[in-house]
């Protein structure tokens, strides 16, 4: 391929993306790229851009042979995937925005990248506008990255800044995010970490090479997060957010969830508010860097897919260094976790399950307790995300074998102090 080739379009989708990319394109001339046509599913709705340019045939680009590039912003999942499979296997390179069937499909993705030689690329798909994805694959291509930290869903982090700034009770602030358009129109998928989710095992593959279906991976969102959790936060100088978080462990094997979590007032993420985004990544020597964003909304989604659509005209592809040139990381879940959690009845709560406890709180209207869980229990049982109890990961909230030892028999010397 030529270097700087020109590039035709196809683009599904005309939403919040696909209508920012249409309007960033027509902006930016020095980019040899323009749409020829565009699919949609309702042919009758109104749009900003000549009647001629749309079709609801998917055929009508994917079997044209000027479109050599097809990029997929549609909020279907397995509309999108039959879109990107069938434009690789007719010699079509491919931008996506879709994290959803990204993460549920990356096994196939790969598999068809290297069956066709064609790139998929989708930086959209993972904190928008921030260049993650590129900066883990090409950057961090070795293996000092020691961990990686990030606030990867804008109407979560929305959410949760309401709630501390302006004193809202969750579903308030709820309310709010969809008023000014940057929940979901199903707002369980933001607020109960799916979106968090898909995310997360992208970055995963991008970190380290490792490839896990979402539903695998141990998630929650900040469906049960309340004024009292905040309460708690407040009183402890903490705040509260959503983090996506993997760690390298001494096993060499690496710890990975997305869970909310208590941050100190030193914390970078204090500093990513409302609908923003952010991403700490801790490596050997560079020590850290801090990454902010937006994460959603048209222009700042756009700019992404056209960084990408510019990288394929220098024919740029992932080359899943972590996968194919490293021994990719395993996950591991021989690990413990240091955690807060709320309740309305003790009877919810499996006592026995926690290595220790290190506070109880039995007075208070909305109980709590801090303790020491092993991971594999938050793995194999689901009561820590039911029936309203709260579960947020204190700071630092890893601890490994050998200092769990330790710190056992430190607390055992308290022990009748909390118990
Ligand atoms: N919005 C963001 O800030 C953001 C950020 C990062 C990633 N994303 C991801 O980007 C994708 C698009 O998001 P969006 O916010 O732009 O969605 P959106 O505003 O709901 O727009 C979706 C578009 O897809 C079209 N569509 C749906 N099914 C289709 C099909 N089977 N064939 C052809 N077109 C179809 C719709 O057509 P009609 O117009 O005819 O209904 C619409 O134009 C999603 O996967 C989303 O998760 C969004």
């Not at 902010?292 to 897919?305: D, E, L, R």
Request: proline share 3%.
């Amino acid at each position: 391929m030529s270097v700087h080739r020109q590039l035709t379009i196809g683009l599904f989708g005309f939403g919040v993306v696909g209508e920012g990319l249409y309007k960033i394109l027509q902006q930016t001339p020095s980019l040899k790229a323009r749409i020829k046509k565009v699919c949609i599913k309702h042919p009758d709705k109104k749009r900003n851009a000549p009647d001629e340019l749309f079709t609801t045939d998917k055929n009508i680009l994917l079997n044209d042979p000027e479109i050599n590039v097809i990029v997929e912003v549609i909020n279907e999942t397995d509309a999108a995937f039959a879109i990107v499979s069938t434009a690789l296997k007719n010699g079509k390179e491919v931008v996506s925005s879709s994290k959803k069937m990204i993460a549920e499909h990356f096994t196939e993705l790969l598999q068809l990248q290297k069956e066709t030689g064609l790139a998929v690329l989708y930086e959209a798909s993972a904190c928008a506008s921030i260049p993650v994805i590129r900066n883990l694959e090409e950057y961090f291509d070795n293996d000092l990255l020691h961990g990686i930290r990030a606030i990867v869903n804008g109407s979560t982090n929305f959410i949760l800044t309401k709630m501390f700034q302006e004193e809202l009770e969750f579903k308030d602030a709820l309310i709010l995010a969809q008023q000014l358009g940057f929940a979901e129109s199903d707002p369980r998928l933001d607020v109960e970490g799916y979106d968090a989710l898909n995310k997360w095992v992208i970055l995963l593959n991008h970190a380290y090479g490792i490839i896990e279906k979402p539903e695998k991976v141990v998630f929650t969102g900040i469906q049960n997060i309340n004024s009292a959790d905040a309460q708690v936060a407040i009183q402890k100088n903490f705040e509260i957010k959503l983090i996506a978080q993997a760690k390298k462990l001494n096993s060499g094997k690496v710890a990975a969830f997305v869970l909310p979590q208590f941050v100190k007032q030193d914390d970078y993420f204090v500093f990513v508010k409302n609908e923003y985004n952010g991403v700490v990544i801790e490596s050997g020597f560079a020590d850290r860097q801090f990454f902010y964003g937006k994460g959603a909304g048209s222009f700042p989604t756009a700019s992404a897919v056209l960084s990408d659509i510019s990288a394929l005209t220098y024919d740029y592809h992932y080359e899943y260094k972590k996968l194919y040139y490293h021994k990719p990381h395993q996950l591991s879940n021989d690990f413990f976790l240091r955690v807060y959690i709320s309740f309305d009845d003790i009877k919810y709560i499996p006592k026995e399950k926690f290595e220790w406890f290190e506070e109880w709180h039995a007075h208070e209207k909305r109980k709590y307790i801090v303790g020491i869980l092993p991971f594999t229990e938050l793995q194999n049982t689901t009561w820590w995300k039911e029936n309203g109890t709260s579960l947020i990961l204190m700071p630092d909230s890893i601890v490994e074998d050998v200092e769990t030892r330790k710190l056992k028999k430190k607390s055992l010397e308290l022990a009748g102090v909390f118990m």
